[in-house]
């Protein structure tokens, strides 16, 4: 059976870490995945992600980095991981829509509606099966050296704080999973894979 599992929370939250695990422990259980990420994913998507994220291009609009982000996310969508799904596989994804709703909408202060309509047409309103919403109480990033952050994570503490505030506030939608962060990997993992057992997906 195919699903569409996405895995958002703020930078530095313990994404990348948890959906490898995910992903290995779906191969082990012999399930037909994939696992990619945004913005990238195929290669015109990385090339905007290139674009998006270089510390150089200081000046770049936040509108256009909004059309930026959907215009990665269309190209992915419909390159990878709709053909994906119709072949009956389990997609994996590093961020998606909720990411647009919470840095380009309420952390740049940009209308919320405005970045649901660019990403409605970008997806298609593809709707993912389940959203895993990492949740932390501290900041997260700082968790490399500063001279090699990208144009996003360049962003004043103030702009990662309301990022973690909108994921925070978020109130429950059917699939929506909120997971509690400030724990151990292992527990972070086992949170996730309860939610794949309830939802029959492993
Ligand atoms: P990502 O590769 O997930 O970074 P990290 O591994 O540090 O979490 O994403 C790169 C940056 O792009 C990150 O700062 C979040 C930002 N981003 C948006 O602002 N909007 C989006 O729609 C997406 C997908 C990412």
């Not at 998507?45 to 936040?62: H, P």
């Not at 840095?103 to 202060?109: E, F, I, V």
């Not at 649901?116 to 099966?129: R, V």
Request: charged residues 35%.
């Amino acid at each position: 059976m195919s699903a569409f599992i996405t895995f958002e929370g703020p930078d530095g939250s313990g994404k990348s870490t948890i959906c490898n695990l995910v992903y290995e422990e779906l191969l082990k259980n012999n399930k037909k995945t994939i696992k990619t990420r945004e913005p990238g994913g195929t290669r015109i998507s990385e090339k905007i992600r290139d674009l998006i994220l270089d510390k150089d291009l200081r000046e770049m609009d936040m509108r256009t980095e909004a059309l930026l982000y959907s215009a990665s996310r269309a190209q992915h969508t419909y390159e990878k991981i709709i053909p994906a799904l119709e072949e009956g596989a389990i997609v994996l994804c590093e961020r998606y829509v909720l990411s647009s709703l919470a840095y380009q909408g309420y952390a740049r202060g940009q209308d919320l509606d405005d970045i649901l309509s660019i990403n409605n047409f970008a997806t298609g309103k593809l709707k993912p099966d389940v959203v895993f919403i990492f949740r932390s109480s501290g900041v997260t990033l700082h968790r490399k050296d500063e001279s090699s952050y990208d144009r996003l994570e360049r962003e004043p503490d103030e702009f990662h704080k309301k990022v973690r505030d909108y994921y925070n506030n978020l109130g429950k939608e059917d699939n929506y999973y909120f997971i509690d962060v400030n724990k151990s990997i292992e527990e972070v993992f086992c949170d996730c894979m309860k939610v794949l057992k309830e939802r029959m997906i492993v």
